[in-house]
């Protein structure tokens, strides 16, 4: 065996050169990998024992793709282009043998390849568009001319990956190779040479693009099934127009088309964000303090504490990882509701064609329900989710604590309550934990998970590990009012109120905040999830609220009663805005003694979010969360932030800490200490620096 470079190897067996990429973990195509695969296709053509070339990686996976972290730095070594149309100029057959990723540069080097061969779990795709770029070594250009332009859009546009038994069926891998894939890559590739195959080169071929030529319609037709989707990303339109040029201009042309649009992307702020927030994701998952060898505990069974909208939601997540769960209601009638309310979840997912029926059933007989507490007894986990009320959460915890065995975890979703508070109610406070689920919790990536000052380090990474088992995100928090994400929200929710008092609609702030981005507006938001419930809240606390009590009075609970902060015909879910609100908003701003003004939009928006970045920089200050990064995960897997702002962290820093905190003085100066600048963020804009520095 020959070392090429550090990260890739060049080995003889019989006729066939085998150049081995080693650059764990996921083999991303660092300088030393793209050099070295050149340096290993040069070596094997001049090598005269050798007829034929298999281009494999080690480790867990073929090349997932360019390494990221090069990204924005001066480009050493040769550029992946030059090493891919070193591959495709080999007088030798090239085979690539893919298990695990191969994913965007990792996919461009295989389309480089004269044919591909995978294991049966491999999975191919160009997923460049989920960073805010495209594949910019040839991709948009090759995949079209295996796949055609329809499935290429989908793929390059989409950036999902599609399975090896797919892949097969269209031509993009050339055998699935059960067993060893080396082996049969060296075997597939001898019965190349053996059979006289030609040396196929994706670049001279166009028949597939030939449907597209004929029907141009074909690229607008996609731009408008997935308008709704890619709305404000900017990388899905040069995805398209990078595809369009394959069909359009010969080869090389489109090369050199693909390079500007990508090149465009690269240096855009969206892009950066996205990028940042790749990283941000799989940062998020760590925990400082907790040391990376921690034990974890076996989690093999779920027991949830309410059948409502929320406990059936945690179940599904639970079921769908093959993980039996127990549901306990008080009363057999509320049992049989939630339990029929899941199955007919699962039976809808079914009828759209996005789970198969042998899926569900496989779900539905991993599910049962109780009425008795004491069934849960033996399960490996708890998770309370019941309504908000500290007494009684107390109250189950003691009886949790007394029947579960030993080492169970006690998790509360609580989205409000103290968590200490909770545990001490136990006699094992160090596996008590909040797992708060987002709504709907079969859906919503985010999980954000509070620790409290006992929760023990193996109750921590057990919680962590099982996230991503059940196919979340999980931050690690720590307990305050609200936590992060609720804490911020409600700093957004104070301002969208006030300015509707001072002269703004409840659908001039929704459409401020659905234009730069988010999935709708407060107000849109809270007839969503219905009025009713922060009603009960400020009851509770005996505190008012002009206008959202007046609609609540008026039975306006939101899209269930038809009515909320607007109105919704029968059947719709489309909000229309409703005369009898604005009176009551005029009437309350009059009541105040405010004389209502034009508001910008460009004031609703600084209004709305840059108290958030403000609360956001004091929960850094206070420690409750461990990094700026956290708090934009739970922004964009919670509550819909949009990805290409990266979070509203990194929005913070991208328009600059300096002018937030500028702007949050005059506010103050305006409308009092509400605006206040945190000490951190006061403190970061008068040095200059970001979150990221902080
Ligand atoms: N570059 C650099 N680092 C990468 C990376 C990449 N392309 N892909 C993953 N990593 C790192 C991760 O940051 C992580 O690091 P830490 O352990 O320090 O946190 C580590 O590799 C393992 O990654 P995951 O935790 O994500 O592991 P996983 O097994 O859950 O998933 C994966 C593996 C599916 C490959 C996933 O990492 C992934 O989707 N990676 C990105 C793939 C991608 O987007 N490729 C396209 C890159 S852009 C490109 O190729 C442009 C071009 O045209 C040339």
Avoid at 75 to 101: C, F, N, Q, R
């Amino acid at each position: 065996m020959t070392a090429i470079t550090e990260l890739v190897s060049f080995d003889v067996e019989g006729s066939v050169g085998i150049v081995t990429v080693d650059n764990p973990p996921v083999n991303a195509l660092s300088a030393g990998v793209r050099e070295g695969i050149k340096g290993g296709i040069i070596a094997a053509n001049k090598d005269d024992a050798v007829t034929s070339i298999v281009l494999f990686c080690n480790g867990r996976t073929f090349i997932a793709g360019a390494d990221i972290t090069e990204f924005g730095k001066p480009m050493v070594g040769p550029s992946l282009l030059e090493v891919i149309v070193g591959i495709e100029g080999s007088s030798k057959p090239v085979v690539a043998a893919i298990h695990g990723t191969a994913l965007g540069g990792g996919l461009e080097t295989a389309l480089g390849c004269h044919y591909r061969v995978a294991s049966p779990t491999a999975k191919v795709g160009l997923p460049e568009v989920k960073l805010g770029i495209l594949p910019g070594a040839g991709g948009t250009q090759r995949l079209p001319r295996v796949v055609g332009v329809p499935m290429a859009l989908e793929m390059i546009a989409g950036g999902a990956p599609i399975g090896s038994a797919k892949a097969a069926e269209v031509g993009l891998v050339d055998e699935v190779i059960e067993g060893d894939l080396r082996a049969g890559a060296i075997a597939f590739a001898k019965k190349v040479v053996a059979e006289g195959r030609p040396l196929v080169k994706i670049s001279d071929q166009d028949e597939k693009l030939q449907e597209a030529k004929e029907n141009p319609a074909i690229f607008d037709d996609f731009r408008k099934s997935i308008a709704r989707k890619t709305r404000g990303f900017v990388a899905p339109e040069n995805c398209i127009k990078a595809v369009q040029a394959a069909v359009e201009l010969p080869f090389v042309e489109g090369l050199k088309r693909e390079r500007d649009l990508f090149v465009e992307l690269m240096g855009g702020e969206q892009s950066f964000s996205q990028r940042y927030f790749f990283f941000s994701e799989r940062l998020a998952a760590k925990i400082p303090d907790v040391p990376k060898d921690t034990p974890l505990l076996d989690i093999n069974s779920c027991g949830i504490i309410g059948a409502g909208t929320m406990g059936g939601g945690i179940a599904m997540n639970f079921l769908q990882a093959g993980i039996p769960v127990i549901i306990v209601e008080t009363q057999q009638e509320g049992l049989d509701k939630g339990l029929a309310l899941i199955k007919s979840n699962y039976a809808a997912t079914v009828s759209k064609g996005r789970m198969s029926q042998t899926a569900m059933d496989k779900c539905m007989s991993l599910l049962s329900g109780t009425i008795k507490l004491e069934d849960i007894s033996d399960v490996d986990i708890v998770i309370e989710a019941i309504f908000e009320n500290m007494e009684v959460k107390k109250e189950i915890f003691q009886k949790l604590d007394a029947i579960c065995k030993d080492g169970a975890i006690l998790a509360t979703n609580t989205s409000t309550l103290d968590i200490d508070e909770i545990g001490e109610a136990t006699n094992r406070p160090e596996s008590v934990i909040g797992l708060h689920f987002f709504s709907p919790a079969n859906v919503m990536k985010l999980l954000e998970e509070v620790r409290t000052k006992k929760t023990s380090h193996t109750v921590m990474a057990t919680c962590m590990a099982l996230a991503k088992r059940i196919g979340k995100v999980p931050a690690m928090v720590g307990v305050c009012e609200g936590f992060v994400g609720n804490r911020i929200l409600h700093r957004r929710s104070e301002q969208a109120t006030a300015l509707l008092m001072e002269g703004a609609m409840p659908a001039d702030v929704d459409r401020v905040l659905f234009d730069f981005g988010l999935p709708m507006g407060p107000f849109a938001m809270s007839d969503l999830a219905g009025n009713d419930v922060g009603w009960r809240i400020r009851q509770g606390k005996g505190v008012t609220s002009p206008v959202a009590d007046a609609i609540c009075e008026l039975g306006r609970f939101g899209q269930k009663t038809g009515s909320g902060y607007y109105e919704y015909k029968e059947g719709s879910r489309t909000p229309v805005s409703d005369p009898i609100v604005e009176d009551i908003i005029v009437k309350a701003s009059k009541a105040a003694g405010i004389d209502r003004r034009d508001i910008s939009d460009d004031e609703i928006l600084k209004r709305c979010i840059y108290p958030m970045i403000n609360e956001g920089s004091k929960i850094l200050e206070e420690g409750i969360a461990t990094r700026a990064s956290d708090i934009d995960v739970i922004w964009v897997y919670g509550y819909g932030w949009p990805i290409y702002r990266g979070g509203p962290m990194r929005y913070g820093d991208a328009i600059g800490l300096k002018n937030v905190y500028e702007t949050l003085l005059e506010y103050q100066k305006e409308h009092g200490d509400f605006f206040k600048p945190s000490a951190l963020l006061e403190r970061l804009a008068k040095e200059g620096k970001t979150f990221q520095d902080a």
